[in-house]
């Protein structure tokens, strides 16, 4: 067997194996002895009929056909193991030549192959988050809201304070955009260099300019607070409900202000059709040490004071904001590693990631009793269209999960199986440890997906090194340390939690016996003194006096 192996389009390798005419001639003879063991040929037994007489009754083509396909898979899989080459999926035959020499042709589509660069290199600049005191004190309203008291269900007509629910559709009514927002379009378009090749404006990242008609908000079931210092959609909103009753509808017009809009719809002129739909009279807990306390015990926190629970918000912000930040920034820096690696992959890949997607569509379809054959009728379509839709976010999603994957390999991240069951503990610690709990984790999908979790955790500390320059090693500890100060926080406010609930109930059965023993005395009370029979024991004598 001579072997040829090259690389071809589309990351495949070729195999151009030529073999000797015997060894195609010894292959067509058992091809039709197999063939004859498979058909009745007049005169002989089935398997007995002789290599010329199989030729002439199902044809030359056919002995060569069926000598081809088992010749092929064993020169296909002698190839492999001679080349070292590493496939992705299954070999193709492509070609076959008799002349001058029996020579097959396959491709095989190749395992992909990344590489980094210089990703060491990635500098990105990181800015670390802020917790302000507006965002400690829209928390502490959040909780104030969680903890509303309904004092009235039966308000008949909307006023200040009242909790409304409503339904809220609102377009723009005012024609043509504004002359800035048409700037704002355009400027750019007429300043930039425009290159042939390309297009000249991105419609896709221009900025949204509204149109006469267009939806501005539509929500069919909201709760808001009728306070005229806080209006949900536009200033001026809260009061036009003032003094509308129950089941009625609202009609009004308002313009957009300048602060706190976007550029494109500042001046804009909205209408608004509302329906108060339920009017609440309401009662807001005061922001004192009582409303902290509770708070705090409700969090699993030692009691506290108001100052103390603003500083107890403020850490878990700063947690919370870090968490988020950093994985902005990770992602940030995987982007610019997949930008300048150099990724190659088989189509079949590519083909295998679309597949998927299209699947998951189609699940999602089905949750919303829809076909994909209906969707594709609906948007007048085909599944072509449909692939070639998906196209350009399967290879990105492709290329940074092929990055990944090297970035796992090239940093040597690994977890093992003690770092599972320490997550585990940490996150079942919330629970309190209860066996059923230890269940619903300790199952093999339960385990990847936290070793999945704990995977990208650390990867993601890998990515915010890199792209601070910072040493992964150390960045890795401090993520350890992080780690377990939070486990040792959630063990803790679960522990104070059971405590909380116990002193509660202990309260409560006390509270409950003094009512009893209230009730009973207001009963004897009520009955009056008692009588002579009921006070005085009774003498009885038996036999002589």
């Known amino acids: 067997m001579n072997l040829q192996t090259e690389r071809i389009e589309n990351h495949r390798a070729q195999f151009t194996i030529e073999i000797e005419p015997d060894q195609l ?29 199989v030729l ?43 002349e001058p020499a029996p020579t097959f042709v396959f491709s095989v589509p190749l395992q992909p192959e ?9 500098r990105l600049d990181y800015t670390e988050p802020e917790v302000t005191a507006g965002d400690i004190e829209a928390a502490l309203k959040q909780m104030q809201m969680q903890r509303v008291e309904v004092v009235d269900q039966d308000v008949e007509v909307a006023g200040f304070g009242h909790r409304v629910t409503i339904a809220v559709d609102s377009e723009f009514v005012d024609g043509d955009p504004p002359e800035e927002a048409e700037a704002i379009v355009t400027e750019d378009a007429l300043t930039a260099d425009v ?25 069919d079931n909201t709760q808001i607070i009728l306070d005229p210092n806080e209006d949900p959609f536009i200033h001026g909103f809260v009061g036009n409900l003032i003094g509308v009753e129950r089941g009625s509808d609202v009609e009004f017009e308002l313009t957009i202000p300048d602060d706190d809009a976007e550029e494109t719809i500042i001046g804009r002129r909205v209408s608004f059709i509302v329906t108060i739909k339920d009017i609440e009279a309401i009662a807001i807990p005061e922001l004192d040490d009582d409303f902290a306390r509770t708070v705090s015990r409700e969090r699993g926190d030692e009691e506290q ?28 820096v995987l982007r610019e590693i997949v930008e300048g690696a150099q990724i190659e992959y088989p189509e079949l890949m590519l083909t295998e990631q679309i597949d998927g997607m299209i699947s998951e569509f189609e ?43 090297e970035l796992v390999s090239a940093r040597e991240i690994d977890i093992d199986d003690a770092q599972i069951e320490a997550r585990i503990e940490s996150v079942i610690a919330a629970y309190g440890s209860s066996p059923e709990i230890r269940k619903l984790f300790d199952t093999p999908q339960m385990r990847g997906n936290i070793g999945n979790e704990l995977l990208m955790s650390h990867l993601n500390t890998h990515l915010l090194a890199i792209g601070t ?31 909380y609930r116990a002193e509660d109930a202990e309260a409560e059965a006390s509270d409950h016996a003094e009512n009893d023993e209230d009730d009973a005395g207001d009963a004897r009370s009520e009955a009056g003194p008692p009588s002579i029979a009921e006070t005085e024991p009774v003498e009885t004598h038996t036999g002589n006096s």
């Open 25 to 53: 001639e010894d292959a067509k003879r058992q091809a039709a002895r197999k063939i004859s063991r498979q058909v009745r040929i007049k005169g002989f037994r089935k398997g007995k009929a002789p290599y010329r007489l």
């Open 56 to 98: 002439q009754y199902v044809g030359e083509s056919a002995v060569l056909e069926e000598a081809c396909d088992a010749l092929g898979d064993k020169l296909y899989k002698q190839a492999l193991e001679e080349s070292e080459v590493l496939p992705y999926g299954p070999g193709a035959f492509e070609d076959f030549k008799l």
């Open 114 to 122: 990344v590489d980094l660069k210089n990703y060491l290199d990635v």
């Open 195 to 219: 290159d042939e090749s390309d297009e000249a404006v991105d419609e896709a990242s221009a900025p949204y300019v509204p149109k006469k008609g267009d939806t501005f908000v539509k929500d």
């Open 305 to 332: 004071d108001l100052a103390g629970l603003r500083q107890s918000l403020r850490d878990d912000l700063i947690r919370t904001e870090l968490e988020n930040a950093h994985s902005e920034y990770s992602a940030s």
């Open 363 to 405: 699940a999602n379809l089905k949750q919303q009793r829809l076909s994909l054959d209906e969707y594709l009728r609906l948007t007048n379509s085909s599944r072509d269209d449909l692939r070639e839709q998906y196209r350009e976010s399967a290879e990105q999603s492709l290329r940074q999960s092929l990055v990944l994957r």
């Open 469 to 499: 320059g910072q040493d992964p090693a150390a960045a890795i500890e401090e993520l350890q340390t992080r780690a377990a100060a939070d486990a040792k926080r959630a063990r803790e406010r679960t522990q104070r939690l059971r405590q």
